[in-house]
């Protein structure tokens, strides 16, 4: 007797393409993640001050930040709960000694900070740090372009795998053979190039066991976005 091939049915195949696209939209979300963060550092200016100061006073403009974020905090607040005429005297008194503590805290950070940055080893770390950024930098650009080019790949593949979703979700009775999902259900994560030919295989494979083609269902996997890599500034404060 020949060998019979192992059937799976339509929902099960829609449930290990699922997975697959799950896995695929991550890994286009680090990607963009990794570009956000490019462009966060090297080429927002006002960020990346605050970062190389952050480092120049040990951690004292992070601490101010943090301060000037308390104090407005509290003060929106006092003011919200005032135009609602829900202001007690207890929660008023709370919110006012946590302005006045923010405030001072503000002054002495902002006294530790100037004193810090006048000195000789404040102005050889800032050099140190600006030139560790620009070393990166290159290698920092290049790393963001692969990952956004990547992501032009990665939403080809989703596309596909849309499509296969919502074919075999309105053919979840159909049965095809499971070998058709052996490669996206092994243990190891297939690279790019070679999932995108196994997703091209799977829909032409796929497509004579599932008879409706109705587009009724909505695509249950977003698909990626492509970052605008943004170009580093000048580095000066």
């Not at 020949?2 to 939209?25: H, N, P, T, W, Y």
């Not at 075999?168 to 092994?186: H, M, V, Y």
């Amino acid at each position: 007797m020949g060998k019979v091939d192992e059937l799976i049915s339509g929902k099960e195949f829609r449930e290990a393409i699922e997975s697959i696209a799950c896995m695929v939209q991550n890994k286009s979300a680090n990607n963009s993640a990794y570009v956000n963060l490019f462009n966060k550092i090297y080429a927002d200016k006002t960020t990346q001050n605050i970062m190389i100061n952050n480092i120049i006073n040990r951690g004292r403009t992070k601490k101010y930040q943090q301060a000037k974020l308390d104090y407005q905090r509290a003060k929106a607040k006092k003011s919200t709960l005032a135009a609602a005429n829900r202001l007690d005297d207890k929660t008023k008194k709370r919110l006012e000694l946590i302005m006045q503590a923010s405030s001072k805290y503000m002054q002495k950070l902002a006294y530790e900070i100037k004193e810090i940055n006048q000195t000789p080893a404040a102005k050889k770390r800032y050099q140190y740090v600006i030139n560790r950024l620009k070393k990166s930098a290159v290698k920092a650009r290049t790393k963001a372009i692969a990952k956004n080019n990547q992501n032009k790949d990665l939403k080809e593949i989703l596309q596909e795998l849309n499509k296969l979703i919502k074919l075999a979700k309105l053919n979840q009775d159909q049965k095809l053979p499971k070998e058709f999902i052996k490669e996206i259900t092994g243990k190891e994560y297939p690279d790019i190039t070679r999932l995108k030919k196994i997703v091209k295989e799977l829909d032409e494979k796929s497509a004579s066991y599932f008879p409706i083609k109705q587009k009724t269902v909505n695509p249950k996997i977003q698909e990626p976005q492509n970052k605008e890599i943004k170009k580093e500034n000048n580095y000066q404060r």
